[in-house]
């Protein structure tokens, strides 16, 4: 309770500094408020890092003192000022907050209220629902828990590379969350306050293009309705998080026009904070910040002349060399432990190779496509068989398509209604931006301020982006920046078009709205009825390691027959008997929630045990409380003795044993492959240990078999617990023993 308080001050006092003392309106002290706490957040970390106190503690210093020092600001500055009583001064910024929802919905007076319900329902299901998104449980979130046992952010041994190499910013921020709080009810809330922030920022942008009060309330509309950002606006994953600090940036360098070098700094700023929030921002800041920059550049040398042009691109490069260093440490991370300032995984995994103007064309073609994904599958089908025509065999080509060895990338679109957040594309704002962009292009004297600010960055960014990259089907996710991008544009033309076609307008901001609600009330994590998650009689073919999908291709072939439904209800396990929902189902069984795509209802009961095994009475006093993990990846560096699919869920093992800050009874340590005699040694030392297997990695016990006596105590359908000492001859406690209450 103390550190929400503690966080909720914190917050709360960044953002009155900077309405206070910085005199700034109630969009853009929001903004800032959110820079400088999450560079302070990232400069925190790092030097409580250096000096081994990454710790809930020293956390909670740290954010005590940003709080007193704020306060201090605050209180000299309306010290030295005319004197404001608090409740006058909480008086008026409810009474501005309450005049901008009356301009939006004067604005917008029909969808105004569908933005509010996607932001109600949003923040209900951040608020209920725990993270199941897979790549959150693999690497964002429990890395953060080794980061507090191991009081530093230094790199870990670990069978997940991307714990280690991936951008820390965002997991800094779940770290600070988790410290404070001393549990998970508030990470989704990270994601939620970027989609609310971002909208901001795109008004704001928007204002700096030209856009009065009806144009970013546009803006801001189509930012809350874009689909990609709604599925993310609920878990705790860093893509709309990432897309903040590349809009600050944006920003920035739109006000220079007017504003001059001290914007220059603030764009610095914002791309250290992009990079160290994903690499993917790399590309965009890059795309934009070269255009931006040459077209300000040229703009300054037309009016003031070479001289004022140079400070400009120095005070520009300055930015870009302070930005670059922001990145410095993690780089410098990766080269020590992978010899790659940016993976650990094997080359070309991700990014394009061998690559050829015709397997360019192609991948730009499939990542257009990819946004045009209908509701229904079969609406999908024609665009899928054009794109497969013009491709031909380059349309699934490895040089340009993620091929990871447990994920099926291929070419297709998914339907982006009622499936997987990270799948979710861009259909209507998709084709909306498309018309924007052909009517700037066909009169680019009326548009030109249009096409330099929006349009031609966002071309160079998707253009360098397939580039880069390949092919992923949760591309749409990554491209958030771009749409966000063309939505401030667009909004600004909008607002041009005038008042003849402003009832056209409302009619799309309408139809948009709707869409975007559907879409929020369309996840499958709402309810899913208990016959999903059960099995079907013999010769059904359905089987209860089939996922949601899985069983509902079968039923859509065989007819629905009511029998086979009730047998199925009738079999699905007990904590899912009235379906699957946030509102009813335990919040254990929802971090393995992401039915939609992958069945965990065999993996839940495993793990399930092995958990109730683990904290046991029997085993907590015989064994150590830090137990090693034997899991693997499933994704990139795979090692050719794994042939079954494993379980990089880790932080479904930290949230079940409640240990959110890393202080907790029951801890956990990766078991690498590296010397599984010198880990054992200095995770359990003399006492007796438990290493959890995911049955994936057994050549690592048969090395630690070697000098150790090493016994499988408990063994299912998924993981397996053995128990391991130093003695060859040693009493070890197995499952039968500690269900009859026997004693070692």
Known sequence: MLGTLILSAGILSAYALFRTVGGKGVRDAAVAAWIALYAYVFAITEALSLLQMLTPAGIKLAWAALICVNLAV????????????????????????????VIVRGELPRAVWA?????????????????FEPDALTYHLPRAQHWLVNRSIGFYETAIARQNYQPPGFSMVICHLCALTGGDRLLNLVQWGAFCLGAVLVSLIAREAGAGRRGQCWAVLLALTLPASISQSFMAVNDQFAVVPVLVFVLALLRMERGGMRHAAVAGLAAGLAFVAKWTSLVYVAAFGMVLALRLLWLVLKSCGPGSCLKLSAALAAAALGGTLMAGPQAVRNMRMYGDPFSGEPPSLMTNRCLTPMKFVVNVVRHAAQHTAAPLRIMNRPIEKAVARFAGSLLNDPDITYTGPRLDSRFRLVPPLGKASSAASNPLHFLLFTFVSVCWLLRPNRNNDLLFKFFIPSAAGIMLYCLLFKWQLWAARLQIPLFLLMAAGAAVWLERLGEERAKAVRCLSAVLAVYAVAHVLLR??????????????????????MSVSAKIKVLNRCGWPKDELRAMAESAPPEVARGYSLFVTCRDRQYLGNETYFAMTVPYACLREVMGFLQSDEVRNLYHSTAGLLIASDHGNIAPEISIQPFPYEYVFWAWARNFSGSGALRFEHFGSSDPEALAQRCFGTKPGLVVSDLTRQSVLARLAETRSVECLLSNRCFAVYGVCGQKKNVFIKRTAADRGSQP
Request: charged share 10%.
């Open 115 to 131: 933005v509010l319900a996607v932001l109600a329902l949003t923040l209900l299901h951040a608020l209920l629902a725990p993270n």
């Open 524 to 545: 499958p994590t709402w309810y899913m009825p208990a016959f999903l998650f059960g099995h079907g009689g013999v010769g059904s073919g359905i089987t209860e390691d």
């Open 74 to 101: 605050i209180t000299l500055h309306l010290g030295c000022g005319e004197k404001t009583a608090l409740g006058d001064w909480l008086k008026h910024e409810v009474a501005i907050w309450r005049q901008g929802f």
